[in-house]
Nanobody, 122 residues
């Protein structure tokens, strides 16, 4: 079965950085597009970033150069570097198998991890 395990979340002050990781198994990682999605308290799911099989990346409008998605096919891992964090970035961050865009209908399912919590607060 598809298994996605996120890590790296935590409490960070405004302006700080975190690096999230996702360990993937149960499928051919190198042949799958991958995505990060987040959900802030009281809000809906929000697409953050995707990376294609060939390494092409895309980001939500709110990112503004602050985040960077990457993948290591040899290690079956997906990463998300978070910089210049602000309180509005506080959310549960999910690793997802597949490709999404800002227009995608987001819905949790078997190709999602359990998430890692990012809290930005002073």
């Amino acid at each position: 079965e598809v298994q996605l395990v996120e890590s790296g979340g935590g409490l960070v002050q405004p302006g700080g950085s975190l690096r999230l990781s996702c360990a993937a198994s149960g499928f051919t990682f190198k042949l799958s597009s991958m995505t990060w999605v987040r959900q802030a308290p009281g809000k809906g799911l929000e697409w953050v970033s995707s990376i294609s099989v060939g390494g092409l990346t895309s980001y939500g409008d709110f990112v503004k150069g602050r985040f960077s998605i990457s993948r290591d096919n040899a290690k079956n891992t997906l990463s998300l570097q978070l910089n210049s964090l602000n309180p509005e970035d506080t959310a549960m961050y999910y690793c997802v198998r597949g490709h999404y865009t800002e227009k995608s209908d987001l819905r949790r399912g078997p190709n999602w991890g359990q998430g890692t919590q990012v809290t930005v607060s002073s």
